[in-house]
């Protein structure tokens, strides 16, 4: 009894978490382990995944705090799990639970050194207005300056204290899956671990935010400074546990029905969606780590009164990820490889990396579905069915349901045998893409994201080959591309050729696979 009262009443009931959780990871390891047979039949299998989804949810549900967010990177994983745990996990999205105003007036009290809420804020909310994973949103009124409304978040009490043992039980709990079964997922949980932390300091949040709206208005065109737009930071309200930004109205993704009765229009939300973490991945290389539908509002364009206008309002910055030069120019190159057709560029970049599958890699940066085997099927079938999945990237395998999985599973645990070279940047950007992915399946897949991100790589590695030609520290190279040292004026002008060169074929390729795949659709839906 008395270590039940010290770990609820010190601990946070951290130690009570942890044990629920290997329970509950171990009794669904062993549900596979078990029961997991061809010979029972698809409809069997899916209950052992629904039973599994439906366990982690509850187990996810009652720990909250990070296992919130640990529930939430798995529901994202459409590419590569059961559709049943994208299904059951995917309420995670909504509210969590909130704490009193009486709890969180210690924490920031504590943050700015003894200054209350009567000394920040005129008026502060009594009730949360959204609850996350890790932290509470309040409205509130400025100290001193009551016309500006804004949106206070304080972390929650209880998160320093568990924040240790969950990133424990994190570990843990990946050691036992790697084990049971086989599946080398180990490489990225330092990389993890070491966000999660940064996302606890809400000025580091601060500085993301203002950071990647200096981006938009430094590199973004016109029509994308437009289309998005990032709250602005009070930072004489802001500290390591508590973030102030301007209030913004407008309606959550969370809520697609919502979106429609107000008449939005998804295909131009899901374009401006696709586009802003596009240009984060291959242009600014300062990417959101957590693009879910909670941390996305749509609201009317405050300078149009025409028209409608959508313009996405970004919230929650703490998840960022710097992309090294040398990562988003690979990044870049594999994914024009992979449009061209350049099997042989595809395989050097994925082995370069430690992957030698680049098929398998594709499937895992939401490129393109793992190619997993063919079947007849019939040709009007096909082809319907090919034009719907081509926007979005959806497993079109003709495989049976538990062949597909077990290749699945074999080709990536050969992928990711060798995970020292993989770079650790590339954890949160898959993430990201992800969870755009299953943003824009919830809205019926209105536009071809494939086709987005590919303009914006396009767009990107010309940038990179052009900035690298006008370097004075480098010169072209026929045979390494760009090596260090000075050139003359005609190495860097075949330099800034060579990246023109490269972004009009990369842009043709992609004309060229859409209006192929317009034809297919067309061709389909006619016999």
Not at 5 to 10: A, G, P, Q, S, T
Not at 437 to 444: E, F, T
Request: aromatic share 10%.
């Amino acid at each position: 009894m008395s270590v039940y009262i010290y770990d609820k009443e010190v601990q946070a009931s951290s130690i009570w978490r942890t044990l629920r959780t290997f329970s509950d990871i171990g009794i669904i390891c062993l549900d596979y382990k078990i029961n997991f047979r061809s010979e029972k039949g698809i409809d069997y299998l899916d209950k052992i995944h629904r039973r599994a989804a439906k366990r982690l949810l509850r187990c996810c549900q009652e720990n909250g705090g990070l296992f919130i967010k640990f529930g939430q990177s798995i529901a994202v994983q459409s590419s590569l799990l059961p559709p049943p745990f994208r299904k059951e996990l995917s309420v995670l999205y909504d509210n969590a639970p909130s704490v009193s105003v009486d709890k969180i007036a210690p924490v920031i009290e504590q943050c700015f050194e003894g200054k209350g809420l009567g000394d920040l804020f005129d008026e502060f909310s009594p009730e949360a207005v959204a609850s996350a994973s890790v932290a509470q949103v309040h409205v509130a009124r400025l100290k001193g300056d009551r016309s500006k409304v804004v949106a206070v978040k304080v972390q929650k009490p209880e998160i320093k204290l568990q924040i240790d043992w969950d990133l424990f039980t994190f570990r843990t709990c990946a050691r036992m899956v790697q084990y049971a079964f086989g599946i080398p997922i180990m490489w990225s949980v330092k990389e993890v671990e070491r966000r999660l932390r940064e996302e606890l300091d809400f000025e580091r949040e601060a500085n993301n935010s203002e950071l990647a709206q200096r981006d938009l208005d430094t590199m973004a065109d016109g029509w994308l400074k437009r289309a998005v737009y990032i709250p602005k930071v009070y930072w004489e309200a802001t500290g390591k546990q508590v973030l102030t930004t301007e209030w913004i109205d407008g309606t959550s993704l969370v809520d697609p029905k919502q979106l429609l009765d107000e008449q939005w229009s998804g295909r131009e939300i899901m374009q401006r969606m696709v586009s802003v973490f596009a240009f984060q991945i291959f242009v600014s290389g300062n990417v959101h780590g957590d693009p879910h539908p909670g941390n996305i509002l749509v609201r009317q364009h405050p300078d149009n009164k025409l028209w409608r206008e959508p313009q996405l309002v970004l919230l929650d910055h703490g998840l960022y990820v710097r992309e090294t030069p040398r990562f988003r120019k690979q990044y870049a190159e594999f994914w024009r490889a992979a449009v061209i057709g350049d099997k042989s560029a595809m395989k050097s970049i994925a082995q370069s990396w430690g992957m030698p599958d680049a098929g398998m890699f594709s499937a895992m940066v939401s490129l393109k579905p793992p190619q997993l085997g063919t079947r007849k099927k019939d040709s009007v079938a096909r082809a319907k069915a090919d034009a719907s999945r081509a926007a979005d990237g959806s497993d079109g395998s003709s495989l049976g349901s538990y062949d597909r999985q077990m290749e699945i599973k074999k080709r990536a645990i050969t992928a990711l045998r060798d995970s020292s070279n993989l770079p650790p940047e590339l954890v949160f950007v898959v993430r990201n893409t992800n969870i755009v992915r299953a943003n824009n399946q919830s809205l019926g897949i209105p536009v071809n994201r494939i086709k987005i991100l590919g303009q914006y790589a396009a767009y990107g590695l010309r940038r990179i080959l052009v900035e690298e030609a006008w370097s004075p520290e480098r010169r072209y190279s026929q045979e390494r591309g760009v090596a260090v040292g000075r050139g003359s004026l005609v190495s860097r002008l075949l330099g800034v050729v060579a990246g023109e060169w490269s972004y009009v074929t990369f842009r043709f390729a992609l004309w060229a696979a859409g209006v192929g795949m317009t034809l297919y659709g067309l061709w389909g839906r006619m016999l």
